[in-house]
């Protein structure tokens, strides 16, 4: 039980709640209410096996700074509690738990598979060379809600571009507050990142109207697919948990960019799902 709870602590399996809701959104967006459950199964399983290789590859590259890096003394991999060759075990088998959903979904999704994992695997070493590596990190976050779509509608639509470039943007301006911890760690090892590039300051309010672009894109997937009103509740709600969590920080104060403050933002992707679904419902 201790290496499996290693396992899940290596792969960040609470972190689903950031990807997870919005492929769900793609999907029901997509079927225009409640998805098959042969679709919901496979889009899940789809989106465990990404996320799951995506953060075990991401811990192994990473592995050599996570080892001197004050705050990550106690992950999986630098403690020793999972070995090199069980991370790379495990990606191996998400990959092939990914491979094996998308097979069982509409046919594009196994020709457009390589855009979806081309980020995942890019995004560990964005830091080494780019300031942009947190816009490669939104890429990668973006398939999710595409990739539901197209899983269960087996096209592509100018409303579901929109919805991936709004996740995108804002987990990329989550990950840009996120990064302003470690720009004194980034700065003595050479990494990048926008903290480093335009100072603490200068990033903050990057992220600030990052996360503006991102409200206003779910407004725009709202009138592109003629949602109810209630869809733009929650994307009130969405706007307003972020304006608290911007309120909380500053570039003198980053003490509140906690695992708290990390999990909180969970909040905007499970608020836009719960009234994604229920608007679908209410034109019924």
Not at 102 to 117: E, G, I, M, V, Y
Request: aromatic share 14%; charged share 10%.
């Amino acid at each position: 039980m201790s290496k499996l709870k290693a396992h899940l602590d290596n792969i960040a399996l609470s972190h689903s709640v950031f990807a997870l809701p919005f492929a769900y959104m793609g999907a029901f967006l997509a079927a225009g209410g409640f998805p098959s459950a042969h679709d919901l199964l496979w889009v899940t399983l789809a989106m465990i096996g990404a996320r799951s290789a995506a953060l075990a590859l991401n811990n192994y590259i990473d592995l050599k700074y996570d080892r001197q890096h004050p705050r990550f003394t106690k992950r999986p991999m630098v403690t020793g509690a999972v070995k090199t060759w069980e991370a790379i075990l495990l990606i191996i088998v998400c990959l092939l738990v990914f491979f094996l959903a998308a097979a069982q979904l509409q046919p594009l999704c196994l020709k457009l598979w390589p855009l979806a994992l081309i980020p995942l695997v890019v995004y560990p070493y964005m830091k080494r060379f780019s300031w942009t590596c947190h816009l490669v990190l939104g890429v990668a976050l973006a398939a999710a809600p595409v990739g539901a779509w197209i899983a269960v509608a087996g096209e592509v639509s100018y409303a579901v571009l929109f919805l991936g470039l709004s996740v995108g943007v804002w987990i990329a301006a989550f990950d840009v507050i996120y990064g302003c911890q470690d720009v004194a760690f980034d700065k003595t090892h050479g990494l990048n990142s926008m903290a480093v590039r335009f100072g603490v300051d200068g990033a903050l309010k990057l992220s600030k109207y990052m996360h503006g672009i991102s409200i206003f894109g779910f407004m725009i997937v709202g009138v592109l697919l003629n949602l109810h009103f209630i869809y733009y509740i929650g994307v009130a709600l969405a706007a307003i948990v972020l304006i608290y969590q911007h309120s909380i920080v500053s570039p003198d104060d980053l003490r509140q960019v906690t695992q708290r403050y990390f999990m909180r933002n969970g909040l905007v992707s499970t608020l836009l799902f719960i009234f994604t679904v229920i608007s679908l419902y209410m034109v019924r």
